[in-house]
């Protein structure tokens, strides 16, 4: 019960310093480690992040790996950031690391995108010829139908669901409207390819996959 209250207060946390991304506030290495602490109490084992910049970049991995995390999908927040870029590949030099997720809800924002389709792609294939690892972007499952370019741009599809903004509040409704949502991704992504669930790219297998989160 503890622990489920320190994780909710960490995602009250994790609201406001997303809000609060433009006066570069940063989390110091002792609050990740005890943030990350408090995630493998909890049971989990593997880890997504948002950016490889600062702290996130210098420090999560070997942090990470530390407190016995299996498996890691570093974030790069901006794929036109070289610095960035090689904090990212910095990190593939630990074994936890499985893959990449190049960007984050930036490429389809109504005339707002921060980045275009080729340069997620380049961006994907720098880390991808530089490190070994597999790679891919995220965006809003919704920004996947009907857009076989960004379907097949990565390794694996890695898409953020949110049944809130889908207007199912009540818990039943918005598993019920998650597995459908998976289940139509599934549907609609190449042969190649196939919805793997919540956990991370599997190394040993050669064929593109599609995740969901």
């Known amino acids: 019960m503890q622990a489920q209250k320190r994780l909710r207060s960490l ?3 994790n609201a406001v310093g997303m809000s609060e991304k433009c006066q570069k506030i940063e989390a110091t290495p002792e609050a990740l480690e005890e943030d990350l602490l408090l995630l493998r ?3 989990f084992t593997g880890l ?3 950016t490889a910049n600062g702290v996130q970049g210098e420090k999560l991995t070997e942090l ?3 407190l016995g995390f299996k498996g890691l999908i570093v974030g790069i927040w901006d794929p036109k950031n070289p610095k960035e870029l090689e904090a990212a590949k910095c990190c593939a030099s630990n074994p936890i690391v499985l893959g990449y997720s190049v960007g984050n809800e930036g490429y389809k924002e109504g005339g707002k995108d921060r980045y275009t389709l080729d340069e997620l ?3 994907i ?3 991808r010829q530089a490190t070994g ?3 891919t972007t995220t965006e809003q499952i919704d920004d996947y139908y009907g857009d076989k370019a960004l379907l097949e741009i990565g390794d694996w599809v890695l898409v953020n ?3 809130y903004f889908h207007s199912k509040l009540e818990p039943d409704r918005a598993v019920q409207w998650t597995v459908s949502a998976y289940e139509d991704l599934q549907k609609r992504t190449p042969p190649a390819r196939h919805v793997q669930g919540s956990r991370a790219p599997d190394r040993r297998r050669p064929a593109r996959k599609a995740h969901g989160s």
Request: aromatic share 4%.
């Open 48 to 50: 997504i992040t948002y």
């Open 121 to 123: 792609s380049a961006a």
């Open 11 to 13: 995602n009250r946390q």
């Open 133 to 135: 690892r597999k790679a």
């Open 64 to 66: 990470a790996s530390a």
């Open 161 to 163: 669901a949110h049944p």
């Open 125 to 127: 294939r720098d880390l």
């Open 41 to 43: 109490r909890a049971g």
